[in-house]
Structures are given as C-alpha cells and as structure tokens.
C-alpha cells in the first residue's frame, strides 16, 4: 500500500520549472531515499508533502493523520532562548498534547542529548541542531517521518548514529528522506528515487536498480608482471574490456556472468599468474547515479 | 509547554519586555517633570533668546505623554511584537510551528494576544505613571483618564497589533511587517484629518482619549471609534490568517 503517492505532480516558480511531472509512490514501511544533485528539488518536493508549499498542478496524495506524519527541514532552526527539552516538549504538545511528557526524555536520549536537555539552544552546534530537530521530529512517534537532508550538517560519526536511528525508526513507521550523500542512502534505504532538475529519473528497490543498471565486473589482483593476464583476459570472448585500475588490480568487465566465472580461472592458470585476489566489483550508487544523471 | 508558553517565554527570556517598558515608563515618568518645570529650565537657559513655555496643565502632562508615548512607544511595541508575529521571517522557525500546528488561528492568537496584551500593560503602566505625577506635580485630574481613558488606547493599541499581524502575511521580514503597519498607522489621522466627517469613527482617535478625558470630555464621545475597533481587531486577524495560511514557506 501506498502512504504517499503523487500523480503528474509540477511545481513551478515563474519559468522556472522546480518539479516537472513528478509520480512518486513511497510504499508503507519502507525507508525511501530521495537522491538528487543540490538544485534537483528535493527541498521543494518534501515541502509540498509537508504542507509548506502547493504544487502547481497534479495530485498528492498523504495516506496518513496529518498529525502522524512529521516534517523535518534541513537546517532545523529554533528559538535560541529555549532549552532543548522546551524545544522539544513545544513540538510534543503541539503534535499531541495528551502525550507522555517522558516521551520528550525517551527522544532527547536517543539522539543523545540527554546531557544538555536543559541547556538553551542558542550555543548548540549545527550538529547538535540537526539531532534535536530529529528529537522534536520523532517524540509524537510519527507513522510517517520524512527528513530533509538529516545528516547533511554532521561528522562522520555523527551520520552513522543518525542513518542507524532512521533505520531503527522505520521499524515503527515509513521514513521518506532525502540526500545528496549517496552512500548515506545506501546504508539505509530500501527504495530509491532520483530527480534530477525536477524530474524523477528513477524510482524502485534500490537492488534492483544496482543490479539493472551496472555492468558486471570483476577486480582481478595478481603480481607483477600484469600485462600477460591483461591480454589473455582480453582475448576471451565474454570479456567487454579490460582495464589496469593500478596496485596491480585489472578491471574486467564482462558480458556473462557464468563464462565468466568458469572462464577467469582458467585464463589465470594458462597465464601462470600470481594470484592474490579475484572478486566481482560491488554495484554502488554513485556510479548509478552519475550514469543516470550525467 | 506549549504556544502561549513560549510567546510568555519570548517575551521575559530576552530584553524585549525591558524595552516595552522603558519605552513607555521612561515618558511617564519624564512628561509630567518635563511639564511642571519647563517652564524653570527655560527662564535658566539664559541668553538674549526669552523662551516663554506654556502653563502646566495636568491636561498638558497627559498629552505629552501621549504624545512620545504613542510615537516612540509604538515604534518599539511595533518592531518588539513583530519579532514574534512575523514568524516566516526564518523559514526553518517557520517549518517548525508550520508543519505542527494544525490551524493557522491556533498558531497566531498566543502570539498576538501576548503581544497585544503585554504592549497594553506596558502603555497602561506608563499611562498610571504619568497621571500620579501629574496628580503630584501639577494639579489633580479625572481619576477616569487612567481607567477610562487608559482602555481606549490600550483598544487602538490592540488593534495596531492586529494591522501589525496583518501586516506580517504581507511581507516575511520583521522590518517589512514592522514598516507596513506604521505605514498604516501612521495615515490613519492624515485620513481623518482629510475627511473630518470620518475622524470619530477611526480608531486612531482613541489616541487622544485619556487627554480629552482628563480635560473634561465625555467618555462616551469616543464609543463610535471603540466600536470600529472593537469589530475590526477580529477582522484583521482573520485576513492575517488568511493571508498567512495561503502562504509558501
């Protein structure tokens, strides 16, 4: 079932287009990744499903209480003079006032600001800042979560705790969020969508997209001297190139994945090869994505 | 917590309501001493220039205090209350209490009626101020100037920040919202002044209500521009609603 589903969803500001014939479908209890370069209309696309802005023409459709659903910006702002529990307890009595007020220590704690409740926001860091705009985003437990841009301010550390709380919260609802750091998207998400100026170029299981649209390689490492193998491995008919990606490594890519596994074995062996390692080259998104938006 | 917590907050938890009221305490208490010895501080200025300054009147004290309050005062409780009302001013503030907030009337009421409120208690303070020393310094005056008088211009002050509000789905920034609703206030007694016949029913008259009473008018004189007022505050504040629901974050 569809949570969220837009149909033929445009939205312009003057002549410029922002989203263009947009139909995006984020499944019940999937962790959806909105990847884009900056520009691409990420912002303006949760803002129309957050209620911010009105689309131009086309539908949206949020199967969901407005007061389940949680919107978070990307650079989350608030007024420097509260404390981070005030902050936070604002956002629980507006979203549900009948609400546990421990439900404001229980977020607090696991974004791990737990120590600085009672300290006013106004010296707290943009990292701090992004992690208590996620306390304020998940107290009223939303059935749907959607972050714009969540790790975007943070430390490499920081982005780990963040990726693994949004994996942790879509165990009790549907998280939609949206980044520009493909690797982020990769650790976390089941489903992708790629806009680029505006358009929705791709959108599907995030496997399936990594399966569809790389072309099978393998990395074969082995011991000077290294041209040999390169010219026996080329002259096999399910090799497509072979390329030196340098420490000694060639870059097979191939046309048959089974030739291919029977076949590389035994060109190693004819060429007296020194082997140290053989392995198919992991799909990444960000190869995807360059070839999808480039 | 929760929205009138945080606007009562906004308020004590910065020096917004030491500015509201300095701005008004700092001409109650300064008009009726300016009044009573303008007169002294002239004849001492010396000179070949003779200054002859009027009679204190309790009436003249009431005025001047009217005079800077509703100018410098307003001023300030304009831009003090803009900083709340003009909530779209930060964007990400905006996305906060925009995307929580079920009804457009649910987030704006707290902030104007704290506002409103706290910059009548500030005019009313400033108002009892100067009428104990002009009751002290110069001479007695109606006891009605404060109370009586005192709420009608707590009423036009209401209503500027009701022009205020509306002025804030106008424009995002403080400045902007601030600009346009002294902009309104401001022409309002040149259009009475233009159109005499209209002047009574302007809420701007009631301005001058604690003078005219404290000079012998009759309260009831000015019903007609409270009754305009009384029925425009709610007017203004559902078009600021309007204008600020109907508005791109």
């Known amino acids: 079932m569809a949570l969220i589903q837009t149909s033929s969803l445009r939205k312009t500001y003057g002549a410029t287009v922002a989203l263009d014939d947009v139909d995006l479908r984020v499944e019940a209890g999937s962790i959806y990744g909105l990847v884009g370069p900056n520009g691409a209309g990420k912002s303006t696309l949760i803002g129309i499903l957050g209620g911010l802005r009105r689309a131009s023409s086309g539908e949206v459709r949020v199967d969901v209480d407005r007061r389940r659903m949680a919107v978070m910006p990307d650079t989350p702002l608030f007024d420097p003079w509260l404390t981070a529990r005030e902050v936070v307890d604002l956002a629980r009595a507006m979203v549900d006032p009948v609400l546990s007020e421990e439900e404001v220590e229980r977020s607090l704690a696991l974004v791990g600001l737990a120590d600085v409740a009672g300290r006013r926001v106004g010296g707290f860091s943009r990292g701090m800042l992004q992690r208590l705009g996620i306390a304020a985003t998940i107290v009223a437990r939303p059935e749907l979560l959607v972050l714009d841009e969540p790790a975007a301010a943070l430390d490499p550390l920081g982005r780990y705790e963040v990726l693994e709380l949004v994996r942790r919260l879509s165990r009790q609802g549907t998280v939609l969020f949206s980044s520009h750091i493909l690797a982020d998207v990769q650790r976390v998400c089941d489903t992708v969508g790629v806009l680029r100026e505006g358009r929705l170029l791709y959108q599907g299981p995030l496997e399936a997209l990594l399966t569809e649209r790389t072309r099978p390689a393998y990395l074969v490492r082995v011991r000077p001297p290294i041209e040999p193998v390169a010219e026996a491995l080329a002259s096999q008919a399910w090799a497509r190139t072979v390329e030196d990606a340098g420490h000694g490594v060639l870059r097979v890519e191939v046309s048959s994945v089974p030739d291919a596994e029977r076949g590389i074995a035994a060109v190693l062996a004819r060429t007296d090869a020194r082997l140290v390692s053989v392995e198919p080259e992991a799909a990444d998104l960000e190869s995807v994505f360059l070839e999808l938006t480039t | ?249």
């Open chain 2, 1 to 249: 917590m929760n929205l009138w917590r945080l606007e009562r907050l906004r308020l004590l938890r910065t020096p917004r309501w030491v500015a509201l009221l300095a701005s008004y305490l700092v001409f109650g208490v300064g008009m009726p001493l300016l009044t009573r010895y303008q007169q002294a501080l002239f004849r001492n200025l010396g000179g070949e220039v003779r200054v002859i300054a009027p009679e204190p009147t309790p009436t003249r004290s009431i005025a001047a205090y009217l005079s800077n309050a509703m100018q410098v005062g307003l001023l300030v409780s304009v831009l003090v209350a803009a900083g709340s009302l003009a909530f779209d001013a930060k964007p990400e503030l905006a996305a906060f209490l925009r995307t929580r907030s079920t009804s457009m009337w649910r987030l704006l009421l707290p902030k104007y009626a704290t506002s409103a409120v706290a910059v009548a208690a500030a005019y009313l303070a400033g108002l009892a101020t100067a009428w104990i020393g002009t009751v002290a310094l110069i001479g007695s005056t109606p006891l009605a100037t404060v109370p009586v008088g005192g709420g009608y211009g707590a009423l036009y002050l209401g209503f500027a920040i009701a022009v205020l509000a509306l002025a804030a789905g106008l424009a995002r920034s403080v400045i902007g919202a601030g600009g346009i609703a002294l902009a309104v206030l401001i022409a309002m007694p040149i259009v009475g002044q233009v159109l005499p016949w209209l002047e009574p029913w302007l809420p701007s008259t009631l301005v001058g209500a604690p003078t005219a009473i404290a000079d012998g008018a009759s309260a009831g004189s000015f019903l007609r521009a409270a009754g305009v007022t009384a029925v425009a505050v709610p007017t203004v504040l559902w078009a600021a609603v309007r204008l600020l629901a109907r508005r791109e974050v």
